[in-house]
């Protein structure tokens, strides 16, 4: 694809102002936000304790705050947990997602535009903003106009992860595609212990892998092997219009992560496939 835009207002917006802002940020999420340089952007995600996934975000660095975009689905859940960690910091939370909009622009000629803030997102580019001038853009960018089923379907040929598919409170972050979402080289946050100690190990033992299916697959369909009847199960699927094909994205067993190797869908002949299907 060369460029879609679409409109991801729905999507949850926060601030975070004061002198302990980078100090407090930098204890609560996977990735490095204190190395972030003004303007910059970066993934990242909020753990239990115990190191499964509260919520995933984007976080871009400003002169005196940062600004935070999230699934619309963790807006309150986000808020209320930078909230209840907020005790005698000197940080100011704000929600200002009425306030302002946000579109994505994707594919291989994503752009940003002038007077929106960019955010690099896994499909391409997040720019948030005026809502009019957010429209405005919407107007003027061209490319495809995309809604949430088109950025669906782009978004598991690219093998991007989601709350509420893939990620949840149940796994880990290196079991759900957020590698690009954690340093192992910065200081202690919420959930470290159990993120070190996989990382020490070498391997997680399930893991997001693709599917090539020959025919269309569902949500929870179990993935099967002669050796192993519960290698795992399926958390995304759709026809791909660039491939031709069904795809899906699935929780497998690490005995089955090598590529063309062959499984079982539901009753359903596939093969896992390297991440991402498509390229741009």
């Not at 340089?37 to 005196?64: F, H």
């Amino acid at each position: 694809m060369k460029l879609g835009v679409v409109d991801l207002s729905k999507r949850g917006r926060l601030t975070l102002r004061g002198a302990d802002r980078v100090r407090f940020l930098q204890g609560m999420v996977t990735n490095d936000v204190e190395k972030l340089a003004v303007g910059a952007s970066l993934r990242a995600a909020m753990l239990t304790p115990k190191g499964r996934v509260v919520a995933d975000m984007l976080v871009r660095k400003e002169e005196d705050s940062f600004l935070v975009t999230t699934d619309p689905s963790l807006r309150e859940k986000l808020r209320e947990a930078f909230d209840r960690h907020i005790i005698m910091d000197d940080v100011t939370l704000e929600d200002v997602t009425d306030k302002t909009g946000e579109i994505g622009v994707y594919g291989a000629e994503a752009r940003p535009v002038e007077g929106l803030t960019v955010l690099s997102a896994p499909l391409g580019l997040h720019l948030v903003g005026e809502r009019e001038k957010c429209a405005a853009a919407m107007a003027t960018l061209g490319g495809a106009k995309l809604d949430e089923a088109a950025v669906e379907v782009l978004r598991i040929e690219r093998g991007v992860t989601k709350y509420g598919a893939e990620i949840s409170e149940d796994v880990l972050p290196l079991e759900a595609g957020l590698d690009d979402a954690i340093s192992h080289t910065k200081g202690c946050y919420v959930g470290q212990e159990p993120v070190a100690r996989v990382t020490a190990r070498g391997h997680v033992n399930k893991k997001i892998v693709g599917l090539l299916c020959a025919a269309p697959v569902k949500v929870g369909d179990v993935v099967a092997s002669p050796d192993r009847p519960d290698a795992g199960v399926v958390t995304s699927a759709t026809q791909s219009p660039t491939l031709g094909r069904p795809i899906a994205l699935a929780f497998l067993h690490r005995s089955l992560w090598t590529p063309g190797t062959k499984v079982s869908v539901g009753g359903v002949e596939a093969e896992v496939a390297e991440l991402p299907f498509v390229n741009w």
